[in-house]
């Protein structure tokens, strides 16, 4: 199972990214895919999870608003449409695979990308 992300990079504040992950490997019939964030020294947070059999969406409180999650399930991808960047949302971003739960906790994802890095800055 691999699962690839891409899309980071830097933008100035207010701006937007969309980053991917395409996973490969893995037939989803259920479970979700989650996107999670990490700033230097930090532990790893949840942004955002879908489920994927019926695209239910939730997404962490700093969020809300200004990200929306989505995904493709002919191309078992799913996509993070950032929008209105704040320097604050500077991290590496990781997508990871649930196959069973939906969940906001890293600790349930059984597979993970290997992250891309967002800037936001001026």
């Known amino acids: 199972v691999q699962l690839q992300a891409s899309g980071g990079g830097l933008v100035p504040p207010g701006g937007s990214l969309r980053l991917s992950c395409a996973a490969s490997?893995?037939?989803?019939?259920?479970?979700?895919m989650g996107w999670f964030r990490q700033f230097p020294g930090k532990e790893r947070e949840f942004v955002a999870a879908i489920s994927w059999e019926y695209g239910v969406v939730f997404y962490a409180d700093s969020v809300k608003g200004r990200f929306t999650m989505s995904r493709d399930q002919s191309k078992n991808t799913a996509y993070l449409e950032m929008n209105n960047l704040r320097p604050y949302d500077t991290a590496v971003y990781y997508c990871?695979?649930?196959?069973?739960?939906?969940?906001?906790?890293?600790?349930?994802?059984?597979?993970w990308g290997q992250g891309t890095l967002v800037t936001v800055s001026s």
């Open positions: 490997g893995l037939t989803f019939k259920s479970g979700a």
């Open positions: 990871a695979a649930d196959v069973l739960r939906h969940s906001v906790h890293d600790y349930d994802y059984d597979f």
